[in-house]
């Protein structure tokens, strides 16, 4: 069994900690109740063909990780009450991602298996977004019945060298 075979077992196991990070994450930044409609994936790479894709690395000695938040532009505005654009935008959403990490780093599941990965500075991406092949979960939290947020986060492990 590979090593990335090994990281896909332990998200599927510490999936319930992604959701309840993206939701818990999301009602707080927003103040909007959020719902999950559709059971979260494990996937091989995250989707980055959306409109708006904030981004943040995470990192340990052991491991590297991504997390996305992607949102349309219908969404932003109806978040954001209209007045979302430039640096008001990227403040939220990169908030919300930053909350999410925290939250993550926060679930005791999540910790034992990948221990604490410090994150970086929140990236703004306008439509599509390269990246790298690593396993991941990722899902939609679903607000005012059709308007989402969709969360992904890969990780894999660190390459030691020979």
Known sequence: MSDQDNV?????KVK???IFSAKEAMESMFGVEGSIKEDWAIVE???G?????FSIGNANNDYQAILI????D?????ILNEAGSGYE???AFGELGNNFCGVLMDQKNFT????ILTQSVPQYSQGNLFVPKATGVCGKVYFDNSDWMHFGYAIRKMFKGI
């Open 16 to 18: 319930p900690d992604f």
């Open 8 to 12: 896909a077992e332990i998200l599927e």
């Open 45 to 47: 790479r995250l989707e």
């Open 89 to 91: 935008l990227l403040d």
């Open 49 to 53: 063909n959306y409109e708006n894709v």
């Open 112 to 115: 034992d298996e990948f221990g």
């Open 74 to 78: 219908n969404t932003v505005k109806k």
């Open 69 to 72: 938040v992607s949102i349309q």
